[in-house]
């Protein structure tokens, strides 16, 4: 019986056919993350040791109070008198990103078309208004810092969701490119299904939303990115020249290579946070389609208006009566 003899150089071939079979990662499709915190464990997602984690045992918890569905959902509680930069963040990586954990599924992949969906409940009478707090980011970094344009130097690109108030009412979300130290923000506002500036949908405390975004990169050079935002399947938002990026020039710009890498629990208020109070996420999905949901609120469409009473009558009787 013939034995095969291993080389040094055979054994390294195989090494590297192994490698990249354990590496290797087919391109996912649809949703490929959903976490709705039914182990319980509050850090098993969301666990990023570079931007936040939701291990953070002072502010985030999986509980069983406040939940959409199943027997979980993830809070985080922000006491009275918290200052703006204590509010802690939780970052889920995704795809394409050089820091971690990176989720498995679609690990190396480039997201440049991503839905995200989640729902969150404000906790009663918490303070929407207050210095236009966040819900999450959506970004993208790519190796290098960017430290000569505001925020986040860390990100090279990156989209802000708001909760939809009284304040801030029609701007739900807001794109920086990364592109200039001044003017690269483009604000997101509410424009369709009959929401508007004079119509603005208002987030409610103590009730659950599904929020689900499409961010869709631009192309190199085009102002052809896509945001759209549904609330509870409502259509609220619709922008179809969204520029997220634009090219790295040696100073400002990005590495267009890179698509949406990450996800980020960003409920940052500019004031802290006022009051006791929290914010509650449940059924996180991210998406290469649309995901939708079967349920839809009613527009806030004002009642027809009613004719007015008669005034300064004269009643004429006609004879025999």
Not at 185 to 203: D, E, K, W
Not at 208 to 227: M, S
Not at 304 to 309: D, E, F, G, H, V
Request: glycine residues 10%; contains cysteine; aromatic residues 12%.
């Amino acid at each position: 019986m013939r034995q095969s003899v291993l080389t040094p150089l055979s054994i390294l071939a195989l090494a590297g056919v192994l490698a990249a079979t354990v590496d290797a990662q087919s391109p996912v499709s649809g949703v490929f993350f959903n976490e709705g915190w039914e182990s319980g464990a509050t850090g098993a997602t969301f666990n990023s040791r570079n931007y936040g984690t939701s291990a953070a045992p002072s502010q985030f918890r999986a509980q069983t109070a406040v939940r959409a569905s199943g027997n979980y959902a993830f809070e985080h509680f922000m006491s009275g008198g918290l200052a703006a930069n204590q509010v802690l963040y939780a970052t889920q990586h995704i795809g394409d990103a050089i820091n971690g954990p990176v989720y498995p599924a679609g690990q190396g992949q480039h997201f440049f078309d991503l839905y995200v969906q989640f729902k969150v409940y404000y906790s009663q009478n918490f303070d929407v208004n207050n210095s236009r707090p966040k819900s999450l980011i959506i970004g993208t970094e790519d190796g290098q810092r960017h430290d000569s344009t505001c925020c986040n130097p860390w990100v090279s690109h990156y989209l802000m969701l708001f909760p939809p108030g009284p304040t801030y009412g029609i701007t739900v979300g807001e794109a920086n490119a990364k592109q200039a130290t001044s003017g690269q923000f483009v604000n997101l506002i509410q424009n369709r299904s009959g929401y508007s500036a004079s119509n603005p949908l208002v987030t409610q405390t103590a009730r659950w939303y599904t929020i689900e975004a499409r961010r869709r990169l631009n192309d190199p050079g085009q102002r052809n990115g896509i945001f759209q935002m549904w609330v509870d399947g409502v259509l609220i938002a619709e922008h179809t020249t969204v520029q997220y990026r634009v090219a790295f020039d040696g100073t400002f710009g990005s590495n267009m290579n890179y698509g949406t890498n990450f996800v980020m629990i960003s409920d940052y208020m500019a004031n802290g946070s006022t009051q006791n109070q929290s914010i509650f996420y449940d059924d996180i999905k991210f998406s290469t389609t649309p995901i939708g949901t079967g349920s839809t609120v009613p527009l806030p469409t004002p009642s027809p208006a009613l004719p007015s009473a008669p005034r300064n009558l004269r009643i004429l009787v006609p004879p025999g009566f």
